[in-house]
C-alpha cells in the first residue's frame, strides 16, 4: 500500500513537473512573440516618424521655392538666412545661397518683396531695354562724333601744312638768329674779356691804394699816439722846464742802519722799483736846485720791503762832517717808476776833446747803467716823447773847418734841440751826463753770490726819534776811510 502511494506521489511529481517545463516553454514562445512584434511596431513608428519629418520639409522647401518664384511673401529675416543656409540638404543649401546671391543684382530701390526670381525676368528685360535705348544714343552720339572727327582731321591736317610751312619759315629764322646770335657773342666774348681785364686793373690798383691808405692811416695814428704822448708828457715836464731844473728827486731815507752801511728808502714795488738800481744821497737842503747840489752818497738797492719801502746798501760812503740822515733825499737819472729811462744823442759828441766823437764809448756807459739808446729823431724828423733826456755835445766849431759843414751841424742840432722842447724832452749837456757816468766803477760793489742770504741784510730800526743832526755818529763817520763820497758823481755798485 505504501509502495503505490509512493508511485503515485512520483507519478504526480513528473507529470507536475512536465507541465511546468511545458509553461516555460509556452511562455517564452509567447515572449519571443510579443518582444518581436513591439521591435516592428517601433520600428513602423519610427518609420512614420521619419516620412512625417521629411514630408515637414518637403513642405518648407516647396514653401521657400514659391517665396524665391515670388508666389509667397518673404520677409528680411528670411531672406538674410539664405546667405547662411543650414538646412541639412547640401543641394537645397547651395540653390539658397545661389539665390541669395542672384537676388543682389537688385538695387538698393527695390523692396524685399520684388526680389524673387519672377520679378529678376522683368528686371533683366528693363534692363535690357534702357542699354538698348542707351545704345541707340551711343550710336547716334558715335556718328557724330564720327563725323565731327572727320571734319576735324580735315581741319587739323589743313593746320598741320600751314604749321609745316611756318616750321620751315622758322626754322630759316632760327638758322639766321643763330648765326647772329654767334656773332653777339663773340663780341660779348671779346668785351667780357676785355671787362675782366679791366677789373683785374681796377682791383691792382685798388689794392695799391688801400696799402698807401693803411699805410698813410697808421702813420697818422702813430703820429697821433706821439702828439697825445707828447702832450702828456708836456704837462709832466712843463714845470721842470720852466725852472730849468735838470732832474728831480724820486725819494728819501727813511732809516739808517748797522752804522751807516744800511739805509731805507719810501720806494717800493708800487714804484715798480727793483734791486739793483743805484741812487744818489743828496742833503735835503739842497733839493731846491739839484743842478747845483752835492752828492754824499751813493746807494744801491738791494731787498724790496713793501709797496713804498726798500732796502739798500751804501756803495760810497760818506764824508765824516755829512753823513746820511733820515730824510736826506735820494735821486736817480737812469730810473723812473714804471718804465725805463731811453736817453738820446743828438749828433757827435766829442767828450774827451780830441776832436773825434766819442758816441760808441757815451753809449756803452749808457747801456751800462742800466738805460736805453733812443733813435735821436735824424732819420725820421722827431723825437719820441718817451725819451727822458736829449744829449748834445758842445757846439760845433766854424773856424778852420768847412763853413758849409759846420754851418750844417749847427743848423741840425739847432733843430734836434728844438723837436726835443716841442715833445717835453729834458735837453742836457754831455759833460753832465758824463759826470753821472764817468766814475762808475763795478770795483766798488760788493759782489752778489750764491752764498748771499736775505738775513744779512735785515734792517735796523733806529731807536728814539729821527735827528736832523746826530750827534751820537758811527765811528765810521768821525775817521776818514777809503770808499768816500767826494764828487757829484753817483758811484756804481
Known amino acids: 500500500m505504501a509502495a503505490r502511494d509512493?508511485?503515485?506521489?512520483?507519478?504526480?511529481l513528473i507529470t507536475c513537473l512536465i507541465l511546468l517545463v511545458?509553461?516555460?516553454?509556452?511562455?517564452?514562445?509567447?515572449?519571443?512573440?510579443?518582444?518581436?512584434?513591439?521591435?516592428?511596431r517601433a520600428t513602423i513608428a519610427t518609420r512614420l516618424t521619419d516620412v512625417s519629418n521629411g514630408l515637414k520639409n518637403a513642405e518648407e522647401k516647396n514653401i521657400t521655392m514659391q517665396k524665391m518664384l515670388g508666389a509667397e511673401q518673404m520677409t528680411q529675416d528670411e531672406f538674410d538666412s539664405f546667405a547662411n543656409s543650414s538646412s541639412g540638404d547640401p543641394e537645397f543649401d547651395a540653390l539658397?545661397?545661389?539665390?541669395?546671391?542672384?537676388?543682389?543684382?537688385?538695387?538698393?530701390?527695390?523692396?524685399?518683396?520684388?526680389?524673387?526670381?519672377?520679378?529678376?525676368?522683368?528686371y533683366f528685360m528693363n534692363a535690357i531695354r534702357d542699354r538698348n535705348e542707351q545704345y541707340g544714343v551711343a550710336r547716334d552720339d558715335a556718328n557724330k562724333i564720327r563725323a565731327q572727327a572727320a571734319a576735324d582731321?580735315?581741319?587739323?591736317?589743313?593746320?598741320?601744312?600751314?604749321?609745316?610751312?611756318?616750321?620751315?619759315?622758322?626754322?630759316?629764322?632760327l638758322e639766321d638768329e643763330r648765326t647772329q646770335f654767334a656773332t653777339y657773342r663773340n663780341d660779348m666774348l671779346t668785351k667780357m674779356e676785355q671787362a675782366k681785364d679791366s677789373k683785374t686793373k681796377s682791383e691792382r690798383e685798388l689794392q695799391a691804394f688801400q696799402r698807401k691808405a693803411g699805410t698813410e692811416v697808421n702813420s697818422l695814428l702813430a703820429q697821433t699816439k706821439i702828439l697825445e704822448n707828447t702832450i702828456e708828457t708836456q704837462k709832466l715836464e712843463l714845470n721842470k722846464l720852466r725852472g730849468g731844473r735838470f732832474e728831480t728827486v724820486q725819494g728819501e731815507i727813511r732809516y739808517v742802519l748797522r752804522g751807516g752801511k744800511i739805509v731805507s728808502i719810501n720806494l717800493g714795488s708800487a714804484d715798480a722799483?727793483?734791486?739793483g738800481i743805484t741812487f744818489g744821497v743828496v742833503d735835503r737842503d739842497d733839493t731846491a736846485r739839484l743842478q747845483d747840489a752835492d752828492i754824499k752818497a751813493s746807494i744801491q738797492v738791494t731787498k724790496i720791503l713793501g709797496p713804498h719801502l726798500a732796502e739798500a746798501r751804501v756803495v760810497a760812503m760818506p764824508q765824516v762832517g755829512n753823513p746820511i740822515i733820515e730824510g736826506d733825499a735820494v735821486y736817480s737819472p737812469f730810473w723812473a717808476p714804471g718804465r725805463t729811462v731811453r736817453i738820446a744823442l743828438a749828433g757827435g759828441i766829442d767828450i774827451d776833446d780830441d776832436g773825434r766823437p766819442d758816441n760808441d764809448i757815451l753809449e756803452g756807459m749808457i747801456k751800462a747803467a742800466g738805460a736805453e739808446i733812443a733813435d735821436n729823431g735824424e732819420r725820421t724828423g722827431r723825437i719820441d716823447p718817451s725819451v727822458r733826456f736829449l744829449v748834445v755835445g758842445e757846439s760845433p766849431q766854424i773856424e778852420g773847418r768847412d763853413e758849409e759843414v759846420a754851418a750844417a751841424e749847427l743848423a741840425a742840432l739847432g733843430e734836434a734841440k728844438q723837436r726835443a722842447t716841442e715833445a717835453g724832452v729834458t735837453v742836457i749837456p754831455a759833460w753832465k751826463l758824463q759826470a753821472y757816468l764817468k766814475t762808475l766803477d763795478d770795483s766798488l760793489t760788493t759782489p752778489f753770490g750764491s752764498a748771499v742770504r736775505g738775513e744779512d741784510w735785515q734792517p735796523e730800526p733806529v731807536p728814539g726819534p729821527a735827528r736832523r743832526r746826530p750827534v751820537d755818529l758811527p765811528d765810521m763817520f768821525k775817521q776818514q776811510k777809503e770808499r768816500v763820497q767826494r764828487t757829484n758823481e753817483i758811484v756804481s755798485p
Open 96 to 122: 539658397a545661397t545661389q539665390f541669395h546671391s542672384d537676388m543682389q543684382v537688385f538695387g538698393q530701390d527695390v523692396g524685399i518683396q520684388d526680389r524673387h526670381y519672377g520679378a529678376l525676368v522683368d
Open 273 to 275: 722799483l727793483r734791486p
Open 22 to 40: 511545458l509553461s516555460l516553454a509556452l511562455n517564452f514562445i509567447l515572449w519571443s512573440w510579443g518582444s518581436g512584434q513591439a521591435e516592428e
Open 153 to 173: 582731321v580735315a581741319t587739323a591736317r589743313a593746320a598741320q601744312q600751314k604749321a609745316e610751312t611756318e616750321r620751315e619759315n622758322l626754322a630759316k629764322q
Open 6 to 12: 509512493d508511485s503515485v506521489i512520483r507519478g504526480s
